[in-house]
DNA sequence: CATGGGATTGACT
DNA sequence: GTCAATCCCATGC
């Protein structure tokens, strides 16, 4: 059984701005309704919400039914179904495996394209995020009872940086796995909101982990940001 | 129905 | 630098 007794319900997500009425507004299923190239550059620097747990995006990569990198080239299947869907919408699979990543499907229905996002600059929930990340994967033992200490089997401490600093381990951090396949960005249960600030230096470079279409610039980063992942792109653009 | 290949990560040489 | 882990699903017999 997977009685589950919510976590800590201290508020760790960034404080709503007082005044308005509305606090933690999404970005509108609008936003998502563009060129996906767009949407991955004007995503660098909004902040993703699950539960408690939230960071900044820090680094994307487009993909499209275009170009033979995407998913989404082979056409509609059960796969792909999602990324053929509305906009605004969280296309979360299984890679390698192993590791959940997360994608914002973008253009309009109809259209195979997603933003995958690669990285956060974590904000909320950092002690949540070190404890789903430190977990030992379920191969070693089922589960110890100790608590007393933390990763007393030679797990060193984890460096903020590296919470989310890659497509897996972000995923993992806020707990986002295939179930969240297929359901809103805008409603939830993982939401993408806006940024506050002004448009941030962006670097653009080519994707990481792939084989076709290697050359395209479609690699979003944040100047800079430690949070990026390797390999660190060089500065062009 | 069997097989092969990943939009990755962490551990190890 | 190399390499295994491990699940979904597209493809081929």
Redesign the pocket.
Known sequence: MKTRPAESPSSAVPAPRTGAGTALDALPGSFYKRPVLEVARDLIGCTVVHGETAGAIVET?A?HQQEP????Y?GL????ST?FGPPGVA?V???????A?F?AVCEPEGVGA?V?IRALRPVAGLELMRRR?SRR?P?DEAEAGSVGSEGGSGARAMADR?LCS????LAQALGIE?GENGTSLVRGPVRVLPRERRAPEIVAST?????KAAALPWRFSLAGDENV?RPWPSRSR
């Open positions: 990569e993909y990198a995407s998913h989404a082979i299947t059960p796969r792909t990324l296309y699979y299984r890679s390698y495996g192993i590791h990543l994608n997603a995958l990340r994967p191969a590296e890659g497509p897996g381990r295939l994707r990481i982990g792939i084989t992942s």
